[in-house]
Nanobody, 119 residues
Framework: QAQLVESGGGSVQAGDSLTLSCAAS????????MGWFRQAPGKEREFVGS????????RYADAVKGRFTISRDKAKNVMYLQIDSLKPEDTATYYC????????????WGQGTQVTVSS
């Protein structure tokens, strides 16, 4: 069964950096657009960023632009989210997801990894 598993979260101080990973298994996601989402306590899940299969189009939400960097390694079937200059408001559960380029909805989702940022 196709599966996405996030890792790399933890408890850090404001200003620190983290790199989250999303490992895929069960199938190859080479042709998929991959995305990162996050959900803070009491808030709706929000879009963080995405990267196309060719890595030719990378998009970020305004709230994270300039601090978050998405990349992917197709050989390893892994997507990354590098987070710099972490802020307390970045505290959330971070999810990775995958969708076909011609689909508007993400079909595959991971279980999430927790990021907690303290002042």
């Amino acid at each position: 069964q196709a599966q996405l598993v996030e890792s790399g979260g933890g408890s850090v101080q404001a200003g620190d950096s983290l790199t989250l990973s999303c490992a895929a298994s069960g199938r190859t996601f080479d042709a998929y657009t991959m995305g990162w989402f996050r959900q803070a306590p009491g808030k709706e899940r929000e879009f963080v960023g995405s990267i196309t299969w060719s890595a030719g189009n990378i998009r970020y939400a305004d709230a994270v632009k300039g601090r978050f960097t998405i990349s992917r390694d197709k050989a390893k079937n892994v997507m990354y989210l590098q987070i710099d200059s972490l802020k307390p408001e970045d505290t959330a559960t971070y999810y990775c997801a995958a969708r076909l380029p011609f689909r508007s909805e993400y079909r595959f989702w991971g279980q999430g990894t927790q990021v907690t940022v303290s002042s």
